[in-house]
C-alpha cells in the first residue's frame, strides 16, 4: 500500500472509516457505501488508489486513479 492511498475499514461497533495511507482516520460513515464513494472522491483528487477492505480486512476492490506509465500504455 501506497503511504497516500485511502483506504474504507470497518471498525468496533460497525463504523465504516476512511483512513490515508498514514492510519490517520479522514472521516466516519455509518454505511459501508457512504465511505466507499468518499474514499473515491479523496483517492481521485490526489491521484492515488481508492482500496475497499471486507469486515475481515482482506481486499475487496481499489480503484487506481494514479498516473499511468509510458510503459504500460505502449503495451
Given at each position: 500500500?501506497?503511504?497516500?492511498?485511502?483506504?474504507?475499514?470497518?471498525?468496533?461497533?460497525?463504523?465504516?472509516?476512511?483512513?490515508?495511507?498514514?492510519?490517520?482516520?479522514?472521516?466516519?460513515?455509518?454505511?459501508?457505501?457512504?465511505?466507499?464513494?468518499?474514499?473515491?472522491?479523496?483517492?481521485?483528487?490526489?491521484?492515488?488508489?481508492a482500496?475497499?477492505?471486507?469486515?475481515?480486512?482482506?481486499?475487496l476492490?481499489?480503484?487506481?486513479?494514479?498516473?499511468?506509465?509510458?510503459?504500460?500504455?505502449?503495451?
Amino acid at each position: 500500500m501506497h503511504k497516500n492511498d485511502f483506504n474504507t475499514v470497518m471498525k468496533a461497533g460497525g463504523i465504516w472509516i476512511v483512513t490515508e495511507g498514514s492510519g490517520r482516520s479522514t472521516s466516519k460513515h455509518t454505511s459501508q457505501d457512504e465511505a466507499w464513494k468518499e474514499t473515491r472522491r479523496l483517492a481521485r483528487g490526489a491521484g492515488t488508489e481508492a482500496i475497499l477492505k471486507g469486515k475481515d480486512g482482506k481486499v475487496l476492490t481499489r480503484n487506481n486513479y494514479g498516473h499511468v506509465s509510458r510503459m504500460s500504455k505502449e503495451q
